[in-house]
């Protein structure tokens, strides 16, 4: 079952602006994780948030969270063609061994 | 530097056939996991296993089983293979317990099915 759904699918903009991509989902949630793949690689963990915090800050990464509204945000200031990936949330809830639900990913495009 | 290895970056195998897919982490983690991912569907969870000999099912445990004899060691395994089992396949491991645990992927194996 698919919890998180991201919006965009596809994001294509040029080196310097910002990307915002949302995730949203359905069931309560423990905590919200935001990760990032290189195209035919693994992924790999970009920043965690919990679900009593609504702000986290790493870097050039903003994440936004809203339980109410079962949404979270991710912000990339300043991209650069390196950020070029495909993003994916995934949300863990509360009890069990905390196995990630994974939505389908935005797949970010940054040119030169 | 590498953490979580998965032995088979590609696969190509026939259809009936018995296939392997093994994972390595180095960390000590109690958690492990092995997710597929096809395009438009994101990653889905095949199996987890939270401890040595222990497994869970995942969304999506047709077709496969799994084995971890050893705290290091997760293999998943598909039977016979199908078709419709051509896919990324991505070993995950993390710390045990219940709380927000970050996981940490292999490079993933490729497999198709012919």
């Known amino acids: 079952s698919q919890q998180g759904e991201e919006d965009p699918q596809a994001l294509s903009i040029q080196e310097g602006e910002n990307a915002t991509m949302n995730c949203s989902y359905k069931t309560s949630i423990n905590n919200l994780q935001w990760y990032r793949q290189n195209s035919g690689r693994g992924l790999v963990h970009l920043i965690l948030?919990?679900?009593?915090?609504r702000e986290k800050h790493s870097g050039r990464l903003r994440v936004t969270l809203d339980t109410s509204k079962k949404s979270s945000s991710l912000l990339i200031t300043a991209s650069r063609a390196a950020d070029t990936a495909s993003y994916f949330c995934a949300t863990g809830s509360s009890g069990g061994y905390n196995k990630l639900i994974f939505g389908a990913g935005t797949r970010l495009a940054v040119h030169p | 530097d590498v953490k979580v290895t998965q032995s088979s970056r590609y696969l190509v195998k026939r259809t009936g056939e018995k296939v392997f897919l093994e994972c390595v982490q180095d960390m000590d983690h109690e958690n492990m996991f092995w997710y597929r991912q096809d395009p438009g569907l994101g990653l889905r969870l095949i199996y987890f296993?939270?401890?040595?000999?222990?497994?869970e099912k995942g969304d999506i445990p047709e077709g496969y089983s799994v084995s971890r004899e050893k705290k290091e060691r997760f293999s998943l395994i598909l039977e016979s293979a199908s078709t419709n089992q051509t896919s990324m396949y991505l070993c995950?491991?993390?710390?045990?317990?219940?709380?927000?645990?970050?996981?940490?992927f292999g490079a993933g194996s490729r497999l198709t099915v012919l």
């Open positions: 948030i919990r679900s009593n915090e």
């Open positions: 296993s939270y401890d040595v000999k222990m497994k």
């Open positions: 995950a491991s993390s710390f045990g317990g219940r709380g927000a645990n970050v996981l940490t």
